[in-house]
């Protein structure tokens, strides 16, 4: 029976708020600098925690890339344990508050997972060795969790446990709640775009790992000045001082050209490296070669170039010639000395920087465009009278470039008798990739050839497909070989195994369906085996 006059709400709002979080201090008065820094204090550790989240992450495909490629694989990997490790850093950040949540325990958190950011550098090469024989996607995860899961769970307790730590009754639980993520959230988009658009490209992977680590470091110590913990704070910058200050110099000049490593640079694409070894020149890229060279005359060493060369063979003359794809620029070089007029579409300014810088390419012989090779292809109206697709690695092969809309677009920029030319890396001769490939061009073209250039035909190696309206044959013939080293015994031995790639069953490769990612990983897993034994001192990552 309620009592006359009696309201719920009423007695609700006269009835003292229930307490959840710690007791507030009394002794400090409204406004004082103690009590501002306990009250804003844990709004700033979740804002830089979640700033620190997305830098990891993005760092996690710059820290392992150069090793193991930048594929599909590595971005599942490093979400997957993103998540994992913010779940986990979730539960037992919640379980650790619900015991009596301190601003000092939070500042460890902050603390620790800087301190094994500063200790990164240090810990990447190890991981990655022990790691290796796992097989690429097992690798790859594996040295995903161990690098970077210890940081990213105490990270992940930076919320709850400051939620618990500000809420001081349950009518502020959502409003705190809400507000916290929201600054979180705001760290991370901040993160994301100034890691991805400005810190990586120009302050560099490992000095950038460094200074995330220093960040939440100072932070943290800070906190704990702030909390009269002034034995902690003094103890905490003796240790990660002098670590900080190591992983600074220690990153600050990665080039080593004594050792070979002439230059070290991060793109907003990838990693490139110019590396010297045994009076040749290559260019990495993610750590795959994509351009050799030698050291003195610059002359290629690559022997796919001088197949594709075989354009001029089956063309008959020089012409107008789109190269996608520039590396470090020996296929334009090749043909701009043949008469050709060559375009070449490369995406990343810093590969075209380091072509001219350390390969020779000069401007006259080729006009480069800062472009996306299907978007070049999308805008442009130029006829050409052939095209050679040539930006391919390893690691990863762009699959927007090996479908058959692309193809489809490509077809439309050729001549009635032009040739497409593509340059894949593959396991053997008869390499399902080659046969999709092949199947995909085929409904474009009607006839296309393959072009092995690997012996024994099953092992890594390039080949070379060229496709066209016409039949494929020599308008001009090939010189004798005249020694198993020359340019020209990559030419014949290639042209007097070319073959026409069994399609029967071969996925046809669209927008739409493209499993290109899962034959790269193959192919990439026995690149970077070979490529770690001829780099055996590290030089590649």
């Known amino acids: 029976m309620r009592t006359p006059g009696y309201s719920p709400g009423e007695e609700r709002a006269r009835s003292p708020a229930i307490r959840i979080g710690a007791t507030p201090d009394r002794t400090q008065p409204r406004g004082s600098p103690d009590s501002l820094v306990k009250t804003f204090y844990p709004s700033v550790v979740v804002f830089v925690a979640g700033a620190a989240v997305l830098a990891v992450e993005l760092l996690g495909t710059r820290v392992l890339g150069p090793f193991y490629g930048v594929s599909l694989f590595l971005w599942s990997a490093l979400i997957t344990v993103t998540l994992l490790a913010l779940s986990i850093g979730y ?78 009754n349950l009518a502020e639980v ?10 979180s959230t705001i760290g991370s988009v901040l993160a994301a775009l100034l890691t991805g658009f400005f810190l990586i490209p120009f302050v560099g992977v490992a000095r950038l790992t460094s200074l995330v680590g220093i960040v939440l470091v100072v932070v943290a110590v800070v906190g704990l000045i702030a909390e009269r913990r002034r034995g902690a704070a003094a103890v905490s910058a003796l240790v990660l001082v002098p670590a900080a200050l190591f992983g600074l110099a220690a990153t600050s000049g990665a080039a080593d050209p004594a050792h070979g490593l ?54 008959g003359g020089p012409g107008q010639l789109l190269l996608v794809g520039l590396g470090g620029g020996s ?22 920087r380091i072509a001219r810088r350390d390969f020779g ?26 095209i050679v697709l040539d930006a391919f690695g390893s690691s990863s092969i762009p699959f927007h470039l090996v479908t058959r ?29 080659v ?57 014949n031995h290639a042209w007097d195994n070319r073959f ?7 996925p046809v490769l669209t927008d739409d369906l493209n499993p290109v990612d899962i034959w790269s990983e193959r192919i990439n897993r026995v690149a970077r085996a070979d490529l770690h034994a001829a780099f055996a001192d590290g030089l590649s990552w």
């Not at 959502?174 to 600054?183: D, F, M, S």
């Not at 296929?331 to 075209?352: H, K, M, N, Y």
């Not at 080729?366 to 805008?379: H, I, K, M, N």
């Not at 790639?501 to 071969?506: S, W």
Request: hydrophobic letters at 50%; glycine letters at 6%.
């Open 331 to 352: 296929v334009a070089r090749l043909f701009s000395r043949q008469g050709w007029s060559v375009d070449a579409v490369e995406i990343d300014p810093v590969v075209t």
């Open 361 to 386: 390419l000069q401007p006259a012989e080729a006009r480069v465009f800062d472009d996306d090779g299907r978007r070049y292809l999308s805008v442009t109206s130029k006829v050409y009278d052939a």
């Open 435 to 491: 046969a999709a490939l092949a199947a995909t061009l085929e409904q474009e073209f009607a006839h296309v050839v393959a072009l092995p250039i690997a012996e024994p035909p099953d092992t890594l190696g390039n080949v070379v497909l060229f496709a066209s309206r016409r039949e494929l044959g020599l308008v001009r013939e090939i010189p004798p070989t005249p020694d198993r080293f020359s340019t020209i015994y990559a030419q």
């Open 262 to 315: 002439l230059s070290v640079e991060q793109s907003a694409y990838a990693e490139l490296r110019v590396v010297e070894l045994d009076e040749t020149r290559y260019m990495l890229i993610d750590g795959g070669t994509h351009t050799i060279v030698d050291a003195h005359t610059l002359e290629s060493q690559f022997p796919y170039v001088h197949v594709v060369d075989l354009l001029n063979h089956v063309m």
């Open 174 to 183: 959502g409003r705190t709640a809400g507000n916290l993520y929201a600054l």
């Open 405 to 433: 809309e692309s193809f489809a677009l490509a077809a439309s920029r050729l001549a009635p008798d032009g040739v497409l030319a593509l340059n894949v890396e593959s396991v053997g001769w008869d390499d399902p990739l």
């Open 91 to 168: 539960a037992i950040g919640g379980r650790l508050a619900d015991r009596g949540p301190t601003l000092a325990r939070l500042c460890w958190l902050l603390l620790l997972a800087g301190a094994w950011l500063l200790l990164l550098p240090v810990l990447r090469a190890p991981v990655l060795r022990v790691t290796e024989p796992f097989g690429l996607r097992w690798a790859v995860l594996v040295a995903a969790f161990l690098l970077f899961a210890p940081p990213l769970t105490l990270l992940g307790m930076v919320s709850p446990y400051a939620i618990r730590l500000r809420a001081s």
């Open 500 to 506: 026409v790639p069994r399609t029967d069953g071969a």
